[in-house]
């Protein structure tokens, strides 16, 4: 659970310390809920930039929820966004009113492989890495 100072959420994750990230196929998956924001709020997902120093947005998906949705998006992977195999995702309101809480059940990043010859593809997922 993650609870606001002075009705904003700010919290941030680095990934890659103990695996190392593939360049390609990476998705995040977040199941989760908030609860408390104002009218209009989300909480934002964010990428960190490595070249411009600055956070880009992923989605703009949690919002006040009384049960648990899952978020999947897929990660860039390009060198602006990994740097040493690491990336950083942030959680962010948009907002300033309420109290806001956010409740992160799973946070997964997994690399997605598909492979198949002339039928249907087979999916296969790799959990890399988990809060």
Do not use: C
Not at 20 to 42: E, I
Not at 68 to 84: M, Q
């Amino acid at each position: 659970m993650i609870t606001a100072a002075g009705g904003q959420i700010d919290a941030a994750f680095t990934f890659g310390e103990d695996t190392a990230l593939p360049s390609f196929g990476l998705q995040m998956v977040v199941v989760g809920r908030a609860s408390g924001l104002g009218y209009g709020d989300n909480v934002n997902i964010y990428q960190w930039n490595y070249t411009t120093s600055s956070w880009d947005t992923l989605v703009e998906e949690i919002s006040n929820r009384a049960s648990d949705s899952t978020t999947r998006n897929f990660l860039r992977t390009d060198a602006d966004h990994i740097s040493g195999d690491q990336l950083k995702l942030r959680f962010k309101n948009s907002g300033i009113d309420g109290t806001p809480i956010l409740y992160i059940d799973q946070l997964n990043l997994e690399r997605l492989l598909v492979s198949g010859e002339g039928g249907a593809p087979s999916w296969s997922i790799t959990i890399l890495s988990s809060l």
